[in-house]
Structures are given as structure tokens and as C-alpha cells.
């Protein structure tokens, strides 16, 4: 629990552009993931103002992309905090465990895309933030 905002990272994935065709990004489990990839999942369609997120993971590990359109992720140790816009489908921010996480402003049509370290369970997530920062000793 006791990783802080700067252990996260923005990580460019490779890209490869093509005039003709479009472009194409590559995300590769131990190799732009320093993880293996258990679970993914999508957030769309969020309503104007509202935000996702909410909480932090005891072990799970996250990749978040911004599969389409941009949405700000604001990132708390308890003691710093750190907001990362994603608006490029070419970079991803690594979220270590025991850092809380909210995104928000999402734009319209957004798309955050979520690669994870783990299946879900329960008792991984901390949905509470006095219980988070108690675990945090902070």
C-alpha cells in the first residue's frame, strides 16, 4: 500500500502509422505492460459531469487507455495528488495498487479502455477513503 502517484506512469505504446490504412498500437503483456493481462474492460457513455472510479486496488495493478476521446484521471496517495489527462489511444497510464483513483471530465463519445493485473474480487477493491487511508497508515 504504500506506492505513491509518481509510481504510476504515463507509458507511450508503439504506434504504427499507416496514410493509407489508419493507424495501429500494440499493448503486449511484459513487454508495455509490465503485467500479465487477467481481465479487460471498457467504460462508455458517461453522462456529462459524472465520474468513474472512485476507489483503489490492494493488488491489482491497472493499464487505462483512452481508447477514444479524453477523460482525466486524478490519482491520490494521501498524502499527493496527480491528474493525467488520456487523450491519445497511444498512451496508457500504469496505476500501481494503493493509489486511489477517479476519472472524470469524460468528453463526449469518450472511451476508457482498462486492462487489469487480476480477475475482480471484492475484497481487492478499497471503496472507502477513510478505510484507504487508514490502510495507508497516513
Same mark, same amino acid.
Given at each position: 500500500m504504500k506506492k505513491s502517484v509518481y509510481d504510476c506512469s #504515463? %507509458? =507511450? #505504446? !508503439? @504506434? +504504427? !502509422?499507416?496514410? @493509407? #490504412? *489508419?493507424? #495501429?498500437? %500494440?499493448?503486449q503483456t511484459g513487454v508495455t505492460v !509490465? &503485467? $500479465?493481462?487477467? @481481465?479487460? &474492460? &471498457?467504460? /462508455? $457513455? %458517461?453522462p456529462g *459531469?459524472?465520474? @468513474?472510479g472512485g476507489h483503489a486496488h490492494r493488488a491489482i495493478s491497472e493499464f487505462i487507455v483512452a481508447a477514444s476521446g479524453s477523460f482525466s484521471v486524478t490519482l491520490d496517495d494521501g498524502t499527493n495528488r496527480r491528474t493525467v489527462m488520456l487523450n491519445r489511444p497511444y498512451l496508457g497510464l500504469l496505476v500501481e495498487p494503493g493509489v486511489w483513483l477517479t476519472l472524470d471530465d469524460f468528453s463526449s463519445g469518450a472511451v476508457a479502455l482498462v486492462f487489469t493485473s487480476d480477475y475482480f474480487t471484492h475484497s $481487492? +477493491?478499497?471503496? $472507502? /477513503?477513510? =478505510?484507504?487511508l487508514r490502510l495507508r497508515g497516513e
Open positions: #504515463l %507509458v =507511450e #505504446l !508503439p @504506434r +504504427h !502509422p499507416s496514410d @493509407r #490504412l *489508419g493507424n #495501429l498500437s %500494440v499493448l !509490465p &503485467f $500479465d493481462v487477467k @481481465r479487460v &474492460f &471498457f467504460i /462508455y $457513455d %458517461v *459531469g459524472e465520474s @468513474r $481487492d +477493491h478499497i471503496k $472507502d /477513503y477513510s =478505510e484507504f
